[in-house]
């Protein structure tokens, strides 16, 4: 069983940054391949990034790719997601997930074994 509590999230205006974490708990951390999801509001929740246990692969969404950044530590079991130039239409709850194994492929939400409560991010204009 693998625990996730994500934090970092905030109010920040468009253009600014932020960085999220994702600590886990339980399970071996560096064999779960780890996500970040967020869920607008009236939105279906999105894909935002993922990374292999060994975080030599990276996925991103369209919207995102070169202005986030997904990363991990395995000697703390965190995962990070570093967001630049961020835009209004970033808004959002941003969760963790997790899913055992990394098939090479992002994986949508309903393949995910383990998500975190998720943490809001405001993006003002």
């Known amino acids: 069983q693998v625990q996730l509590v994500e934090s970092g999230g905030g109010v920040v205006q468009a253009g600014g940054s932020l960085r999220l974490s994702c600590a886990a708990s339980g399970g071996t951390f560096s064999s779960v391949f780890m996500n970040w999801f967020r869920q607008a509001p009236g939105k279906e929740r999105e894909f935002v990034a993922g990374?292999?246990?060994?975080?030599?692969?990276?996925h991103y969404g369209d919207s995102e790719k070169g202005r986030f950044t997904i990363s991990r530590d395995n000697a703390k079991n965190v995962v990070y997601l570093q967001m630049n130039s961020l835009k209004v239409e970033d808004t959002a709850v941003y969760y963790c997930?997790?899913?055992?194994?990394?098939?090479?492929?992002?994986?949508?939400?309903?393949?995910?074994?383990?998500w975190g409560k998720g943490t809001l991010v405001t993006v003002s204009s």
């Open positions: 997930a997790a899913k055992r194994g990394y098939t090479g492929s992002v994986v949508g939400s309903s393949g995910m074994d383990y």
């Open positions: 990374i292999s246990g060994s975080g030599f692969f990276t």
